[in-house]
């Protein structure tokens, strides 16, 4: 596998980090090198929040997220901040928050996992897990199902353990219709 | 060996009790504080205790307690927490008392950004308390994986010299995640490469010789030993003294047990130096990781470039930098620390330049670019913006 | 040297450098006077010091294990000290005035709180006199000293209806008590149920610097005048003005607490026990 | 240091003449007169107090609880400790 | 004019108060406790305050919360006061708030020897604080009558530049007793270059321009202007910020209005360079009293012996160390300073040696012989030492 | 913005960036209530702030002149900031529970003793909530936080007999009050009253942290549980388990101190009289 | 912002809803139910509360006082400045 | 006037560094450039003392006197401690506290100093003026008796103004018989 780039970003209190970490489990319990940065505006809630993860067969030198294959785009800031580094890649945006900017280069996928979680889950808290379930169809080739539902049950609460399956399966198994190259 | 996938801080933690770890006197201080509550979770377990401290000043003299009375310790903070260690710090080295001291720096001066990655206290490391008549010892891991084993080298360093070691980290170093080998038993531990050194106890009556020998037992109370050490110039037997001569002796220990014995401190690396290269970036830290994938896209687009990654920053590895060619220092700063060492330590007839960021790494396409403008003889970009005037 | 000297200090540095007539002596012989009478050997007690003039004469003077810390700090050191010595092992800090009520009384006060196994036996000489002779914390309102040489106006620890040792009280301490050098047995019951309490205890000792406090404040470095100076104010029956010393014992409120080293041991043990029997 | 032929007194002062730094607590504060300040220097430069009249001391040790430089031991002459019965 | 005969400490308060010092908070400590002493006699007497604080932390602060309110404020120590000034000199460095702080250094590390001299703190005053991303002005007095201008020279520089200025004297300068002239008419102090700045008030809205200049007022709080400085990042307007691109504005400005500025600083002494001497004596504050004995001595024996004298110790002077020629930096520590930065200063083909005593003087002989030693080529008899065990 | 942000406050940090449901804006507001009802104008009042979730929120919102301190320190910068200004100009500081009660505790304590006239405002939350929420020197015993996995045991400033306020009272506060943030008038008239006394006063205000604190200790950050919480410890008529909290003003010894910058003028110009009559 | 038509009321009570965070303590403190969460968000992604019936007010500015983000104002209606008169 | 170096040194409480002070500022008075360095064992009393003071009718470079022209030694560890320092100069020692080392280098003059101030004045205290008096006669040609007297009443306490002006004469009429050369 190549080094492949991808960047996570929202508002604080909507589980981007959480969502990275699991991938990123996934990812190392496949045998694959991963590193993840987080960082965020202030000390306090409420500013905003982005991980940058990387996954590569080989030991991984710059953590730095400068061209990303996929960016996670959770919120109307984070998608105005960061959707212009997309060049070569895919941006998944979340339509509950974003409108999609068409200049952009990027290919640009809408994901309203924000309303998919509301609906199906009756809370906003679980896009995260959905988007989780969109990024496994992506990387179906090198991690497995097994392993990304493994690393979701151990890192969230027992209690919310089926929400959360669930929320994963809704975006394992979301149409990605105008999704012009996969894997 | 077990497979995890966490933080630089989870990892310092985990080599830290690996190396025997009993005590963390702390204080909460973004990005460390996340090794506070990993230790308050897991020294208990290990029959160790975690002290909370009214303020970091409290923090490392606590620990130096525990270390006086038998018990391997260490702190861990920020930028401004690691300026308050300066009274105790000092107190460690004259009394040559071993301790762990980790720095996390962050964007300074001051409260700066909290959040963001830091190179401000290059220079603080090796002077980080008064009177000089003193060698540091200061270890920069650029990895999780260098992080968990760096500390335990510091603790196995910290005996061995009795003395305190301060490994300067940086917010993406200890809040960045990723893939981390921990070893279950002995002979992981051996294959990976990992010293520990156990506890000895200095059964006086020469606490304190004047030799440049390391190895000499630290001075542990509650054994009665008749042990002496404090604040003051100490004789051989511990007595404080206001003689220069036992100055000079204890001057010529504090600074030659460190330089006559460099050998056993971890080596920096080279990366593409053997066709000499036109341009050799220089870094430690988080900076280094952009620099390696810099010299690989360098190279890929035919620029003869290579690199220093320091990872025992003091004393400074001055036989690095032998090479008469173009230097480029990487730093999360804007002042420039490392590349005053490099300027310092090159050969006459080589140049050394600067690239300083702050807050943020700098990209690979910026490194590249920059060592194609000093391929080209032409002044770096960076220095441009002292003209401009927002 | 006298057999106190001989049974527990180390010849080198006694007599002290301490100048002729200081109370510094006596203080540290009525410390001795509570371990002989406790029955305390050298092996029992690990002793550490602050710096200055009280500092510098019973630094090493002990002859078993022992410590000087720098300005203030002796409180931490000893905390983490505590953390690593048996509960059997005695702790005694022999400090002066500033180091214990001026830079060091954070640490201090939080080492009651936690209630962390320490005596600590203040040496007041009413200022900072190893740098010269500076009011300090506990000096009496209106001296003159180097640094007030217009009459010292800033509210002390000791006057005005404050005493430090109330605040001392308030971090938790579970055994006050106040003396001076030049009283007798009393002092030292009072330094021998400090040594015995099993956590924080703290005993005030006032006694007279001649060189510095003395000669600029009385015009005199005669010993006998501080003496006199001193009795007239200690307990006394009159009304006078200017610094009284009440001594004796300083009520606190309850002084069973569980401590330092003792809690966390408990800790360490209620989490492995939680772990062994599967409860997390 | 103090003669030792006199035992038939109740109370053996002896004084560490090197020691004192004659500060004279001890001879401010005997209510019998034991000591006298000398007329020669001892090592350091100090006049030191010396034990004058041995056979007065009462044993009330006040000039031991008031001697800074440990210069002074009060025991009972008959062998048996004085030390430990407090005043 | 009046002609004194008096010590460093006292020249330094006289100074202060013919700056304007209207507020000294300090801390005892040997050597530096009677600049608090004169200033708690003659401070009342010029409608100023003499504050004794807590501790050396408290005292800094308060200084720079009366400079805040409108008082031009100092404060004195040594090395283990000035490692607690850590904190307040980076607020005030952040705040851009104007105070003069002076260091007696005496022999370290920890307590070392409290009444000898000693110079542990050349490093650690370019750096006194963490973080960073700032450029540190400080003036190394070698006399009374110069501790005198300096102390004038400090107040001004701090008012132009709105920042912390370090004086950095030893226990022979500030202890030691000397012929002093002090002006008493405005004609005298002009007479004597001494220069004074009167504080001006910031009164916005732009508190924090992101620009190299200098004499921009600094921001004095009570006057209703609406100012605001912190511990965090400013924007231009004081408000806290964690965007890096303010932290970058920030660190230009903290950086270039002092190296874009150094001409207005005092400029080092040359002694007996015009001949291109075979070796260059360097050295500051009391050392280099000796020194220019020693070159007139080494004269007189043929030796073509000169040396420098700096004066302003950082930024340090790169220019002073032009000529190719054998540098020979003596000091007042054993582990080598100011050497390191004439080393990285130096031209090609030029060497640098190191002769070191600490807690008292070199003798003017030690010096005209190692200059021998140089011109001979031999190597200097303090390296040995390093052999020599005791 | 309400009537008093648009009086007083600057729009860019109101609202501030604190979580939703935190109780730090109530503190906030109670303070210029306070400042209203005085009748003090923006010119009136230098308003100077910690760091942490109490220091940022608050920190430039004031819209006349203000200021913020490194951790713990901006006691000693407000001591000399008081030498500088005019008497009739308030000093008003909103700090963290760890600012005055941890690391700030030394200066807070001299700047009481030496009676310095600021209005110390310490907006407690129980613990280090910006730096991810560890626990303080206030947090309730037993309390699980991010340092405190298996329940806080280190002893704290409030129960077990230890009063802070008690300590700072010793110290020779002039004015010291206590109350939650969700009180009502009876808060705004302590803070009154601390703003009008000429000297050192402190009014300790508790509030809910529902993102750190109350999330770990109660598991769940719905603001109604921890207001429910603290009004059943505030004021208890029956006993209850763990911490309570008593209101309102805390009785102090003596009130009528001289004010620190009064004191320092009095010295300045005693000595300068006697100058001018030629004493000395 | 609150209607301004309705000028026969005893209280005007304002709401914010850009500077709401949804925290919720004015709804549960008011003892007349003035107010309600909105279904739609507001700017910073919150769902603000909304003033649902004002004239129940009753001016009794528990809301005011419990609100952290200075968001509602309680006036009494004739124009008289209500806040100077305490609970 | 050549650059000429005194060296004062004995123990704590002397009036060693009274002593050097007098003598420079009457120096001072005539015009002359003076330095005086003063060293001290411990913090606290009792250590040993010692006043280096260099006079020149230029600028003095090294403060340090590394070749006294006189040293009044004024105690037995003083006189140890520096004796050797003296080559080309003269060592006046005080026969109170010391018995002179006559294989010194240097020419030595016996300044009972203490006896002469305890007979005379009834106090050793007096010693360290004698000396004054002793040094001024040496220095005759550069500074006057006048600006001695008036430096010592200015540095004394009113009352103890007579006996110092008393001890100063004995030491300014001290037959120095053995004194080789004289200025
Ligand atoms: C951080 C620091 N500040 C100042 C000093 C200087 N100092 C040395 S001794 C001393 C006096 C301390 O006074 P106290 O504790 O009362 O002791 P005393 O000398 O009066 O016995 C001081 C301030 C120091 N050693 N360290
Ligand atoms: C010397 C120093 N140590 C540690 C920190 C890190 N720090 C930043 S905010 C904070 C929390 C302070 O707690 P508190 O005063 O209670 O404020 P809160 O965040 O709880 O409102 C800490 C410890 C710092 N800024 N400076
Ligand atoms: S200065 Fe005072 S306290 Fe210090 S040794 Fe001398 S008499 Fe004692
Ligand atoms: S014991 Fe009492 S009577 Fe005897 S010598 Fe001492 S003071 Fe005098
Ligand atoms: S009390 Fe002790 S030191 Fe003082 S004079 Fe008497 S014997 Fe000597
Ligand atoms: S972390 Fe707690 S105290 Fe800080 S802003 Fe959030 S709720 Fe308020
Ligand atoms: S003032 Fe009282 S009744 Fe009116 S809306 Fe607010 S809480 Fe409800
Ligand atoms: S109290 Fe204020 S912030 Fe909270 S919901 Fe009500 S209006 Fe919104
Ligand atoms: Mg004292
Ligand atoms: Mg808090």
Not at chain 1, 41 to 53: A, I, L, N
Request: aromatic share 8%; hydrophobic share 40%; with cysteine.
């Amino acid at each position: 596998m190549e080094r492949t780039e991808i960047l996570i970003s929202g508002f604080g209190g909507q589980g981007v980090v959480r969502l990275g970490q699991i991938f990123s489990i996934a990812a190392v319990a496949e045998g694959l090198f991963t590193t993840m940065l987080v960082s965020h505006g202030t000390e306090t809630r409420g500013g905003y929040v982005r991980s940058q993860v990387v996954i590569d067969s080989s030991p991984i030198d710059s953590p730095v997220v400068e061209d990303p294959d996929y960016f996670c785009a959770m919120s109307k800031s984070a998608y105005s901040k960061f959707g212009s580094l997309v060049r070569k890649g895919t941006i998944l945006y979340d339509p509950g928050y974003i409108v999609p900017d068409l200049s952009l280069l990027a290919s640009q996928i809408s994901i309203s996992a924000r309303d998919i979680a509301i609906e199906q889950l009756g809370q906003d808290i679980f896009a995260n897990i959905v988007y989780l379930g969109v990024l496994g169809q992506y990387f179906k080739a090198y991690i497995s199902r097994e392993k990304l539902l493994e690393a979701l049950t151990a890192k969230v609460p027992r209690a919310m353990g089926a929400k959360n399956v669930r929320a994963f399966e809704l975006g394992y198994s979301l149409a990605l219709s105008s999704m012009e190259d996969s894997f | 060996m077990k497979r995890l996938f966490d933080t630089g801080n989870a990892a310092i933690t985990e080599g830290a009790i690996l190396a025997g770890c009993k005590v963390f006197a702390g204080y909460p201080i973004t990005p460390a504080t996340e090794i506070a509550e990993n230790m308050s979770r897991r020294l208990p377990h290990e029959n160790g205790f975690y002290v909370q401290a009214e303020d970091e000043l409290a923090a490392l003299h606590i620990c130096i307690g525990a270390s006086l009375g038998g018990l391997k310790a260490m702190t861990a903070t920020s930028g401004p927490g690691y300026i308050l260690y300066a009274d105790p710090y000092g107190w460690a080295l004259g009394s040559e008392i071993p301790v762990v001291v980790l720095n996390a720096q962050r964007v300074g001066p001051v409260s700066g950004i909290t959040g963001a990655p830091g190179q401000g206290e290059f220079y603080l490391s090796r002077y980080p308390t008064h009177g000089g008549n003193f060698e540091s010892i200061v270890l920069a891991p650029n990895s999780v994986q260098e992080a968990f084993s760096l500390t335990v080298e510091a603790f196995y360093l910290a005996e061995r010299f009795r003395m305190p070691i301060t490994i300067l980290a940086d917010q993406i170093v200890t809040d960045g995640w990723e893939s981390l080998l921990v070893p279950e038993t002995e002979d992981e531990i051996k294959q990976m490469g990992l010293r520990i050194a156990t506890r000895k106890i200095n059964q006086g009556p020469e606490f304190y010789p004047a030799t440049d020998e390391i190895d000499v037992p630290p001075v542990v109370l509650g054994h009665n030993t008749g042990a002496a050490c404090s604040d003051w110039t100490p004789t051989s037997d511990g007595y404080d003294t206001e003689e220069v001569i036992w100055q000079h002796k204890h001057a010529y220990r504090l600074i030659y047990k460190v330089r006559n014995h460099q050998d056993i401190l971890p080596h920096y690396e080279e990366i593409a130096l053997d066709d000499n290269p036109d341009v050799i970036l220089v870094a430690y830290g988080s900076p280094s990781r952009v620099v390696k994938s810099a010299v690989r896209a360098a190279r890929e687009q035919g620029l003869k470039v290579g690199a220093i990654r320091l990872i025992t920053l003091w004393p400074f590895p001055d036989k690095a930098f032998e090479r008469s060619v173009k230097y480029l220092s990487v730093e999360l700063n804007f002042d420039g620390q490392l590349v005053r060492e490099v300027q310092r330590a090159m050969p006459k007839g080589s140049e050394v330049h600067f690239l300083g960021r702050c807050g943020e790494l700098p990209k690979v396409t910026e490194l590249v670019e920059a060592a194609r403008t000093l391929i080209n003889n032409q002044p770096l970009e960076s220095i441009q913006w002292q003209r401009e005037a927002w | 040297m006298d057999y106190l000297a001989r049974k527990y200090l180390r010849g080198r540095k006694i007599p002290s450098s301490a100048c002729s007539g200081c109370g510094l002596g006596q203080v540290h012989k009525k410390v001795l006077m509570a371990i002989d009478q406790i029955g305390l050997t050298t092996g029992d007690v690990v002793w550490g010091t602050g710096i200055g003039c009280s500092g510098r004469q019973t630094f090493n003077t002990w002859n078993g294990d022992n410590f000087a810390g720098t300005h203030g700090r002796v409180y931490a050191i000893a905390t983490g000290l505590r953390l690593a010595l048996p509960p059997s092992k005695k702790i005694i800090l022999t400090v002066g005035d500033g180091d214990a009520f001026g830079i060091g009384l954070l640490h201090l006060l939080h080492a009651a709180r936690r209630n962390v196994d320490m005596t600590v036996i203040v040496a007041d000489n009413f200022g900072f006199q190893s740098t010269g002779g500076q009011y300090g914390l506990t000096t009496p309102d209106g001296s003159v000293t180097d640094s007030s040489p217009y009459g010292m106006r800033d509210p002390n620890w000791v006057q005005d209806g404050r005493d430090i040792l109330d605040i001392v009280k308030g971090a938790g301490a579970g055994f006050l008590a106040r003396h001076t050098s030049i009283e007798g047995q009393n002092a030292v019951e009072s330094i021998k149920q400090a040594i015995r309490f099993k956590g924080f205890s703290l005993v005030h000792i006032i006694y007279p610097c001649v060189t510095n406090y003395f000669s600029k404040a009385l015009g005199t470095r005669d010993p006998e005048v501080a003496c006199r100076w001193l009795t007239e104010r200690t307990n006394p029956k009159t009304e006078i003005e200017g610094l009284t010393i009440k001594t004796g014992i300083y009520p606190v409120t309850d002084g069973n607490r569980l401590e330092f080293s003792e809690q966390m041991q408990q800790i360490t043990q209620a989490v492995q026990r939680e772990k062994s029997n599967g409860a997390n | 240091m103090a003669n030792e032929a006199e035992n038939n007194r109740r109370f053996k002062v002896e004084l560490d003449e090197q020691a004192c730094k004659a500060c004279k607590y001890c001879l401010a504060a005997c209510p019998r007169g034991v000591f006298v300040q000398a007329d020669y220097f001892n090592e350091k430069g100090y006049r030191p107090v010396r034990v004058k009249a041995p056979d007065d001391c009462i044993g009330c040790k006040r000039c031991f609880f008031l001697c800074p430089d440990f210069a002074i031991d009060v025991e009972a002459a008959t062998g048996e400790d004085a030390n430990e019965k407090t005043v």
